[in-house]
């Protein structure tokens, strides 16, 4: 029978833990239904990346699902450049992958954004006519597809007649979020931030540009009341808009069955790893303890009696991407927390749980161990790239060199795709970490000139 998998492919944040988190709980949800044989997601500002993702799958049927409010630069541009998409349906390598339609193309998706604004309706408790909404989109300059999708919700809340005055408002283009207090007279706002997460911008950047306070969801504003939503993606019918897509770009849902929590994860590696673990009693990992009798902890914290007892991917995930409330947008970064523990029911769940600490890196750890791994190159990571870091291509193999200290140094993974040297757990290419600090580097040193 053929092996099939999901890949929800999302934005990621350098900044805050809730853009990637509302997509690693649909996944959640999704492995609990038993829909595919693997689930996972894939990102653009962390791991797994969008090109990497495909190497800890052992499935020939993928479809990929792309997260994202518009059909805009990061759909029809990015994700199939960093996954070696052509189309709807691609054949590579023994594998046919799958390219299903981005949320917008969900009719759902418009009833949430409505549903958003009628809540803030009736939180206003006031006559129509004394309302104004405002659906805030995020538009990039360089693809106006996403200016359009947020356009179509604004004019569909408008056919409804549910308020005086509705615009569209943009956090990257015009007119801009402030300009929503000239642009609308009435005296109560009811702004719905078009976002997938409660990440970043739709918690951070929008409230701000609307003169809210951090963490503040209404207030008295140049003279209006201003009530602000939450965004389109939370609720629990993103699990099912995820599915429906799915279903639409051709995949094969399984029959919904009742599995656990560390079923339908990425398995490439995974019998290697606890054939390992079964062998050696105890295998260090990272910075992570690996027994066949104690399950899974940091270094340094078997010994912890008041470790927390951690049963399930979702906590596991959060208690190591939030410690104290600071976000590590690399999972694979030295600085694990710990005064944690995740006994193992089973030496069968093992390759689950780290793949929930570390993602991609069983496939990775494995094939170092058999031969198998491939390296990609500075060369080829830029080679893909259509944006920002496309001037990367000129930076010396030396400013690499300081760069892969300083971040590379901070990481578990060995840099193999610069020094060619596999160490425990190789690295196949530069992350949108490294690229982002080498981004910043150069920009300095253009500025210095």
Same mark, same amino acid.
């Given at each position: 029978m053929t092996k099939t998998a999901l890949i929800l492919a999302g934005h990621g944040s350098h900044i805050s833990a809730e853009t990637a988190g509302v997509i690693w709980r649909a996944v959640d949800a999704i492995r609990v239904r038993g829909a595919a044989d693997e689930v996972t997601a894939a990102f653009w500002k962390e791991s797994p990346s969008f090109h990497a993702v495909f190497a800890s799958l052992t499935a020939t049927d993928?479809?990929?699902?792309?997260?994202?409010?518009?059909?805009?630069?990061?759909?029809?541009?990015?994700?199939?450049?960093?996954?070696g998409l052509h189309g709807a349906l691609t054949k590579r390598d023994g594998r046919l992958i799958r390219y299903a339609k981005p949320l917008s193309a969900h009719p759902t998706l418009g009833t949430i954004v409505r549903e958003r604004a009628l809540s803030g309706i009736r939180r206003a408790n006031v006559p129509p006519d004394q309302i104004a909404i405002a659906v805030i989109g995020h538009s990039p300059r360089r693809d106006p597809a996403s200016r359009r999708a947020t356009e179509d919700q604004a004019a569909a809340l408008r056919a409804l007649s549910i308020a005086a005055e509705v615009v569209a408002v943009f956090l990257d283009d015009a007119p801009s979020i402030p300009d929503v207090y000239t642009l609308t007279a009435s005296p109560t706002l009811i702004a719905v931030p078009f976002f997938l997460a409660e990440g970043s911008h739709a918690a951070l950047d929008v409230p701000a540009r609307l003169g809210l306070e951090r963490g503040q969801r209404e207030g008295l504003i140049n003279g209006r009341r201003l009530i602000y939503t939450d965004p389109v993606g939370t609720g629990e019918s993103l699990v099912e808009i995820i599915l429906d897509l799915a279903v639409a770009g051709g995949a094969a849902l399984k029959t919904p069955s009742s599995a656990g929590f560390w079923c339908?994860?990425?398995?490439?590696?995974?019998? #290697? =790893?606890?054939k390992a673990v079964e062998a050696a009693g105890v295998l260090p990992l990272g910075d992570l303890i690996l027994s066949s009798t104690e399950g899974v902890f940091a270094k340094d914290g078997q010994n912890n009696a008041l470790a927390e007892i951690i049963t399930t991917?979702? #906590? =596991?995930r959060t208690r190591l991407r939030q410690p104290q409330s600071r976000f590590r947008p690399l999972p694979t970064a030295a600085d694990l927390p710990r005064g944690w523990h995740v006994p193992l029911s089973s030496l069968a769940d093992l390759p689950a749980v780290v793949e929930t600490i570390y993602p991609g890196v069983v496939a990775d750890w494995a094939a170092g161990r058999d031969g198998t791994f491939r390296a990609g190159s500075f060369g080829a990571a830029i080679a893909r790239q259509t944006g920002m870091f496309r001037g990367l291509a000129e930076m010396s193999h030396a400013r690499q060199g300081e760069i892969v200290a300083s971040v590379c140094g901070r990481c578990v993974r060995r840099p193999t795709w610069f020094n060619g040297e596999l160490g425990a757990i190789p690295c196949a290419e530069p992350c949108n970490v490294w690229l982002s600090e080498a981004n910043a580097v150069l920009s300095t040193t253009q500025e210095a000139l």
């Open positions: 993928i479809t990929v699902i792309p997260l994202f409010t518009a059909r805009g630069y990061f759909t029809k541009t990015v994700i199939p450049a960093e996954m339908g994860f990425p398995q490439a590696g995974g019998n #290697a =790893l606890i991917p979702d #906590a =596991l």
